[in-house]
């Protein structure tokens, strides 16, 4: 079975995401911050006259956080659950084939990826992780509390 | 009724015509036992359904239909091709009887005796139809109304859509006011614009269902309840016409039916118990619903035994709900209001109706997760009422916009009690331990900053914040200081996204006009985060509201209208009196409109030199204490006071709010910014005068205080350490030996003793305004 995979940057390592999740890709320029909230929620925006709940992939793996001072952030929209959600990545790299199943990694990961990681899916450019959307979503302190 | 026989006609219209194809396949196979049974179902239905609605040739048709089925289902008789032509001749005839109930013509008389005999075993054949009037009905029952039958899901998918229409149209307002004005586009954009604020009213309105159809099943479940419990009761049902969301019938369908099972399980007396107490035997249990804004208030009343908020009180000490010392604290309200803590209950026993202690906490949850409100009110011995107040639709929520660190929030309206400036004239904000309490006249009420809630920076000084009292659905209320307010708005609310949700301070997101999001303040979600401990300070406050309660909330003030057609009003304190001068004696002088009145020249406001006109215009003489002003209006309205809800304007100006005075909106004007513009750096006070005013004499509390502090001066009683510059008094009344240089004495008769008396009378406004003021002239020095 071969799946579309959206290969996205984020922190700097190239990553897959199921392609079927993501509805689009947007250039976020609004951010208002939601205080209190979950600290990779960076905040809303809105798109099309939606509101968009804003992750950071970034603090969502546990690896830093975005800068998103300078304003105009790349960012993959996805649903779950009725909700619509803008995943900020580094850059949005391309749409490719995916060529097998998703196998476990067995090597250790950062504690981030495997968490939010399905597995390790063949590409044509070489073997990619593919990662959870909702793993994403729920963040690290979903981890924590389960 | 009505409702119950369209919805009636319409099951029937429905089975009908799913009916139709199966007939004739049991015509051609009698022996099939699935159409058989479906055919059955639809007989049994249409004869349990006219019982109700006395339909008698409905149900004495359908009954016969049913009886021979009945046997063939059995086994004790075989579907021959008489018997099938007999039972759809009857459906025939039962279709065309629903038809002209559709059309809402008397039943037509005939016969269908024939019919029914048809059905015998070994009758001959079927009878023809009788011909009546029904044939004709064709043409008239296109006249009733034209009505299809939606699933929910798909009214929900269009409403949604329709919601974000709006949104998109407003996102596109926002571009159009950026990009260059090109007026065709907008003329089209306008009729976009009112094409889709009609749609969504169109489409709020399939969501409205009548209430009734909540109320039907309510007659039928008291004679149920009330005859297995042995008592009587009169159920009166009013105001099935008001509509309500939808979905929000659904949500208020089970507290309202657990509040009547209580009221007739615990409320009701039996008869003989409701005889010996001198009443009735038959309780009365009345439920109304009316409209009221955009709340919907659904009353339960029931003439009962009422609530014991004593036993209420001992039930809650030994259950661990509040302590003693609290509970001997609690006002009447307050003792009643514990039913709806968990774990409480007042009946003897449990029955099998309710009572189990886990109804009414119930209850007010679930009204307070739709953003309503339970009431209760009760007297012993006399009955309880429960009032339920609920919006009238989830989705289109009021709001208020506030701003902290330059960011917009938005909290919804039914929340807010009142909105006080922090440095206004009755409101004090004090740290107790870190701890902020607001003293808003004489009430304290926990404070909590909004800035230090979210983790922002406020740049706004806490004195120059703006308090919201808030009273969440549990009903304590708190302050929340906020930097600036914005806007009323009508939001389209959407809940957020489960992360954001996670808070615990958000109700929801929804997008400004200006396409940005904002999110949607849940006041509780904020008390709870602020660390609020509402109970405990809500009750403790109340003992001192208590004290100072006589310090009446509303402001008595003049109702006036400007001379641009404006209603206004205008604090009554300061209004000296109302003087009417030539237009010719207003003048435009050292640059401003200067009005002359005897021998002073007053500024004027209220008008400009345009707006005059000629003839004679009227003119309030207004007076702070030390300098006099005019104020042109056109026509005086009414007296009236303010007890509604100030909304402030949002920078300071001639007008300082609005508020509901008598039903209608009305522009406050606001004095101090008058005479601070009008009357120059002049009138600004150099220090603020302070007058010694008895403080166990009501009197001089609720009537002379507003008029000396509108004079300028600061009030302090007897109390304060500080050295009055004035002080007033009664005449009699022993004073403290330093005071009786600077003390206006007043009596109570209007005339004085003898020639020697120096006090004023003290309803002589006049005579004590310019006691004051000399005073307070002397003071100054």
Known sequence: MSELLLIVMIAGERVALPSTAVESVVE?????????????????????????????????????????????????????????????????????????????????????????????????????????????IAGCEAKAAA | MDDLIADFVAECREM??????????????????????????????????????????????????????????????????????????????????????????????????????????????????????????????????????????????????????????????????????????????????????????????????????????????????????????????????????????EMIRDPLTHIIRNSIDHGIENPLERLTAGKREIGIL????????????????????????????????????????????????????????????????????????????????????????????????????MTLRVPLTLTIIPALTVSIAGQHFAIPRSAIEEIVRANGESVTLEHLGGAG?????????????????????????????????????????????????????????????????ATGLYAGTTLADDGSPILLFDPAGLAEVGGVKLETLERSARIVQGESESVSKAT????????????RALSLAVVDRIEEVAVSAVNKAAGQLRVQIGEAILPLAGASAESLGDGKVRVFRLNDGQHEMGYAFAEVLDFASIDNEIIHAEFPGEISGVSLINGEPAELVDPHWLFSNHVGGAARCKEQLVCLIPCWDPWMQNMLRPLVEAAGYRVVDDADDEMPDIVVATVGEALPEDATERTIWLRSEPEPKNKKDQSIYRYDRAGLLTALKSAGAGGAK
Request: net charge negative; aromatic share 2%; hydrophobic share 45%.
């Open chain 2, 16 to 249: 009908l015509e799913a009916l139709g194809g199966e007939i004739v396949a049991w015509e051609a196979e009698p022996d099939d036992r699935a159409r058989l049974d479906s055919i059955f179902r639809f007989v049994h239905t249409v004869k349990g359904n006219c019982g109700f609605f006395e339909f008698p040739r409905l149900e004495a048709l359908s009954h016969a239909a049913e009886d021979a089925l009945a046997d063939v289902r059995a086994g004790r008789r075989h579907p021959d091709g008489a018997l099938v032509s007999a039972v759809l001749a009857i459906i025939d005839r039962i279709g065309e009887m629903v038809a002209s109930i559709e059309a809402g013509e008397d039943m037509p008389a005939g016969d269908d005796s024939a019919l029914i005999q048809a059905l015998e075993p070994g009758a001959e054949g079927a009878a023809q139809p009788a011909v009546t009037a029904v044939a004709e009905a064709g043409g008239k029952s296109a006249a009733a109304p034209r009505t299809i039958r939606l699933s929910v899901e798909l009214l929900d998918r269009v409403m949604s859509t329709v919601s974000d229409m709006v949104l998109a149209r407003n996102e596109l307002a926002r571009r159009l006011r950026e990009s260059a004005n090109d007026v065709p586009v907008d003329g089209a954009f306008e009729r976009l614009s009112s094409i889709i604020a009609e749609m969504r009213d169109a489409i709020t309105r399939t969501r409205m269902q009548r209430i009734e159809n909540l109320f039907v099943g309510l007659p039928r479940m008291v004679r149920d309840l009330s005859a297995e419990l042995g008592k009587q009761i009169l159920v009166d049902i009013e105001g099935g016409d008001v509509e309500l969301d939808r979905e929000m019938i």
């Open chain 2, 556 to 567: 008595a003030v003049l109702l006036f209208r400007g001379l641009d057609g404006g209603r």
């Open chain 1, 28 to 136: 976020l320029d609004t951010l208002i911050p939601v205080p209190r909230a979950a600290p990779h929620v960076a905040g809303l925006s809105a798109l099309r006259s939606r509101v968009l709940t804003v992750i950071d992939c970034m603090r969502s793996l546990e690896l830093g956080e975005t800068d998103c001072s300078d304003g105009i952030r790349e960012a993959a929209v996805v649903e779950l659950d009725g909700h619509h959600y803008a995943l900020i990545v580094d850059l949005v790299e391309d749409v490719v084939e995916s060529l097998s199943e998703p196998t476990p990694v067995r090597a250790a990961m950062g504690p981030g990826w495997e968490r939010a990681s399905i597995g390790m899916v063949e590409t044509e450019t070489g073997p990619l992780l593919l990662v959870d959307v909702a793993a994403l």
């Open chain 2, 286 to 385: 009345s439920v109304v619903a009316r409209q009221s804004g955009n709340q919907i208030l659904i009353d339960i009343h029931d003439d009962g035994r009422g609530i014991d908020g004593g036993r209420l009180v001992e039930k809650a000490i030994s259950a661990g709900i509040v302590d003693k010392a609290d509970a001997a604290q609690l006002t009447p309200r307050e003792q009643l209001a514990l039913i709806f803590e968990a774990g409480l209950s007042t009946a003897k026993e449990v029955t099998s109706i309710s009572g189990r202690g886990v109804g009414m906490d119930v209850v007010r949850s679930n009204i307070e997760r739709i953003g309503g409100i339970v009431e209760v009110d009760s007297k012993l011995g006399e009955g309880t009422r």
């Open chain 2, 437 to 501: 309490v607001a003293t808003i006249r004489g009430r304290r009420v926990p404070e909590v900053s909004l800035a230090a809630i979210l983790g922002l920076d406020s740049e706004v000084d806490e004195q120059d914040r703006t308090l919201i009292v808030l009273r969440p659905a549990g009903g304590d209320v708190y302050a929340l200081s906020v930097d600036r307010i914005h806007d009323h708005e009508e939001l389209v609310v959407k809940p957020a996204a489960p992360a954001v949700m």
